[in-house]
């Protein structure tokens, strides 16, 4: 039958999300239970409160400028930073000399405190790059490196046989390196998507641009309007994973067949 | 004729190739055969430029002039059959493809992946990539590891026939009698042969 491939997708998937749902609704009834009165939506809101929130939010003209200004960003940022450190982990790999130089500058950016950079990068660039440029620079490290690694275990035999049915360079990189890359591209994409909202919003919330998931996020701090703030952060979760997706399956698309 | 002379090969304290001297005939199929280990396909990797010898010197042609097929099949697991093929030979000979294929017998599998080809298919599209690579040598190891041997001897006659001349090393009883000339050899190290 046509319908029961997704009725049993839908019931694989379904027991784990509702099992944390249950989770939160018997933490913010023992919440609600202990501190009473408004004290509950202050500290665990209801599931419910918090549904309630998004869809009052979702209903405004304002959300989707919202998203779409926040999504802007994040998506410029985490572009600049996948090309960056691809550039990076090819120059790092391709000679010695842009190892010893580059690599120690890679890896304080990815040991160095978010917020630091945030501080720094606001007064040298203003409010509205600081999001870009700071998801730009988390995601960095991280394709640098899962590239870096990925580009030195492609198969020494291979690059014999493209040397000896002599490839090209470009060929070489088409046909034999990049697709060697694609389980170490995955990777990367994935963690950098994550990386790139998380630090991005994170450089909103300092930074309030105008309009951004941060500087909501951060009025409803100012407001103590928690079921907006939980509404707030699903959205951005919803986003992320939204974004994960939507690069994964681009690459499924490029590696169908492969294994076959 | 090529000359290999005088070539001497070592790995670290491994002496491979120790003053090898050989000729190789201008045309038809030659077969080396001889002990695992005693250094032919160093031999062949001399040839294709894949190993500088500490001494001596390879006359009659010159490393791009050869191809080689490698001792495992080197295959790109993400290009199709076809592909392997269109990746090596120039854009004026892609339509040689179909030929290529008809002499390794791999028709109809033009959009398979590597995954999802048998172990003798598979060394038979390595040697159909090999073979479309333009050479005066082709260089072939082990070229039959896997396939059945009514097809190995078809695939050896139509070897016969390039206009290039084939220098392969083998193990297998019926491709060294199909074979116009062979060569035993010994070693490690390998002493010179006189044809």
Redesign the interface.
């Known amino acids: 039958m046509g319908w029961t491939k997704p009725l049993k997708k839908l019931l694989y998937a379904l027991p784990a999300p509702a099992f944390w749902l249950g989770v939160w609704q018997l933490c913010a009834f023992w919440v609600d239970r202990r501190v009473g009165g408004r004290g509950n939506e202050l500290q665990m809101p209801y599931p419910i409160s918090v549904w309630n929130a998004l869809v009052a939010m979702v209903g405004t003209g304002d959300f989707w400028s919202t998203v779409l200004a926040s999504l802007g960003r994040i998506a410029m940022g985490l572009g600049w930073g996948i090309l960056l450190g691809a550039v990076l982990a090819v120059l790092t790999c391709s000679s010695s000399w842009c190892d010893r130089l580059l690599s120690p500058a890679v890896r304080v950016i990815r040991a160095a405190p978010v917020a630091s950079f945030i501080l720094l990068v606001l007064l040298w660039a203003g409010r509205g790059r600081t999001p870009a440029i700071i998801s730009a620079l988390m995601v960095l490290p991280v394709v640098w490196d899962n590239l870096s690694r990925g580009i030195q275990a492609v198969d020494p035999?291979?690059l014999?046989?493209a040397k000896?049915?002599?490839?090209s360079r470009w060929?070489t990189a088409v046909?034999?390196s990049l697709?060697a890359l694609?389980p170490y591209i995955l990777t990367a994409l994935s963690t950098a998507a994550g990386l790139a909202w998380k630090s991005g919003v994170a450089a909103e919330v300092l930074c309030l641009p105008k309009p951004s998931l941060g500087q909501r996020i951060y009025y409803t701090k100012y407001y103590l309007e928690i079921p907006e703030l939980f509404a707030w952060t699903a959205v951005t979760v919803a986003l992320s994973m939204a974004l994960e997706r939507l690069l994964r399956a681009c690459l499924a698309r490029w590696?169908r067949?492969?294994?076959? | 004729m090529i000359f290999c002379k005088d070539l001497s090969v070592s790995y670290g304290d491994r002496v491979v190739l120790d003053h090898f001297s050989l000729k190789i005939p201008d045309t038809g199929v030659t077969a080396l055969s001889g002990p695992s280990g005693c250094g032919k396909t160093t031999l062949l990797r001399v040839l294709a430029g894949l190993e500088r010898p500490r001494n001596g010197t390879v006359e009659g042609i010159s490393p791009r002039q050869t191809a080689i097929l490698f001792q495992d099949d080197r295959l790109l697991p993400w290009r199709t059959v076809k592909q392997h093929l269109t990746d090596v030979l120039p854009r004026e000979r892609w339509g040689e493809a179909p030929a290529l294929l008809a002499l390794t017998e791999l028709e109809g599998e033009e959009h398979t992946f590597p995954a999802a080809l048998s172990g003798g298919m598979g060394r038979r599209l390595a040697l159909a990539r090999c073979l479309a690579l333009p050479a005066r040598l082709y260089l072939l190891d082990e070229p039959f590891a896997g396939v059945d041997l009514p097809r190995v001897l078809r695939i050896l006659e139509r070897l016969r026939a390039l206009p290039a001349p084939v220098l392969l090393v083998s193990h297998e009883p019926a491709v060294l009698s199909a074979a116009d000339t062979v060569m035993e050899l010994n070693g490690p190290p390998l002493r010179s042969v006189d044809l």
């Open positions: 035999r291979l014999e046989m000896c049915y002599r490839f060929k046909l034999v697709p694609r590696g067949g492969w294994g076959r």
